[in-house]
C-alpha cells in the first residue's frame, strides 16, 4: 500500500480532458510541494510537474498540476494517443523521506 | 545536458552479493543528492534512499535501512546501490534520480525539492 493514494486508472477518448488524484496527509502532501511523473511502457519515469503547478521546458501546457491542503491533481487536457502511460505522484515526509503514489494507469479510448 | 547512465542488467543467484552504479555527468557531481527508487515487476515506485556525494551523507527509507547499502565515489562522479546478499524478492527495475532542491519553506521545515533527471534503470534478477 502506497503512502500517498492514487486511483489505479483512468480513460478517456482523444480531445477530452483527464484528472488524476493524489490523496495524502499532513505529514506529507499537507507540508511539502507535490511532483508529477510520466512512465511511457518500458521506459524510465519523466518530470512532468515540479513544485506542485510548475512545468519543466518541454513539457506541454496541458499538463497541469495543482495542490490543496494534503490532496494535488494532474490534469491532462486535449487527451493524445502518446499520454498512454502511468502518471505517479511524489512528495516529502516529515522525516525527510520520499513517498510516492501507486500509480494510474491513463488508457486513451 | 545532465546525464545518468546505469549499469547493465543483472541475473544473480540468492545469496551473492551486488553493486550497481549511476555514473552522472554535465554538472556539479557533489552538489546534488542523488536518490535510488526501485520498482517491482508489474508494480509502482519506492522510494530506497539518498546520498550527497561531497560528504558521503546517506539517508534510507525505513522499509530499505540495513537491506542495502548506497555510496558514491566523487572522483569518478559516480553512486552506487549494493547488496550483500541478495534476495529473490529484489528482482526488479532499480533507478537512480537526482534530487533539485528549488527552495526552502520555513513555516515547515521541508525543502521543496524533486527528481528532476533519472537513469534508464538497471534491471536485476535474483533467482532462487
Known amino acids: 500500500q502506497s503512502v500517498l493514494i492514487q486511483p489505479p486508472s483512468a480513460s478517456e477518448t482523444p480531445g477530452q480532458r483527464v484528472t488524476i488524484s493524489c490523496s495524502g496527509s499532513?505529514?506529507?502532501?499537507?507540508?511539502?510541494?507535490v511532483s508529477w511523473y510520466q512512465q511511457l511502457p518500458g521506459t524510465a519515469p519523466k518530470l512532468l510537474i515540479y513544485n506542485n503547478d510548475q512545468r519543466p521546458s518541454g513539457v506541454p501546457d496541458r499538463f497541469s498540476g495543482s495542490k490543496s491542503g494534503t490532496s494535488a491533481s494532474l490534469a491532462i487536457s486535449g487527451l493524445q494517443s502518446e499520454d498512454e502511460a502511468d502518471y505517479y505522484c511524489?512528495?516529502?515526509?516529515?522525516?525527510?523521506?520520499?513517498?510516492f503514489g501507486g500509480g494510474t494507469k491513463v488508457t486513451v479510448l | 545536458e545532465v546525464q545518468l547512465v546505469q549499469s547493465g542488467a543483472e541475473v544473480k543467484e540468492a545469496g551473492e552479493s551486488l553493486k550497481i552504479s549511476c555514473k552522472c555527468s554535465?554538472?556539479?557531481?557533489?552538489?546534488?543528492?542523488i536518490d535510488w527508487v526501485r520498482q517491482m515487476p508489474g508494480k509502482g515506485l519506492e522510494w530506497m534512499g539518498t546520498i550527497f556525494p561531497d560528504d558521503s551523507d546517506a539517508r534510507y527509507s525505513p522499509s530499505f535501512q540495513g537491506q542495502v547499502t548506497i555510496s558514491a565515489d566523487k572522483s569518478i562522479t559516480t553512486a552506487y546501490l549494493q547488496w550483500s546478499s541478495l534476495k529473490a524478492s529484489d528482482t526488479a527495475v532499480y533507478y537512480c534520480a537526482r534530487r533539485v532542491v528549488s527552495g526552502y519553506d520555513i513555516l515547515t521545515g521541508h525543502y521543496i525539492a524533486f527528481f528532476e533527471s533519472w537513469g534508464q534503470g538497471t534491471l536485476v534478477t535474483v533467482s532462487s
Open positions: 511524489a512528495a516529502w515526509d516529515d522525516s525527510l523521506n520520499g513517498v
Open positions: 554535465g554538472y556539479t557531481f557533489g552538489n546534488y543528492w
Open positions: 499532513n505529514s506529507n502532501i499537507g507540508s511539502t510541494t
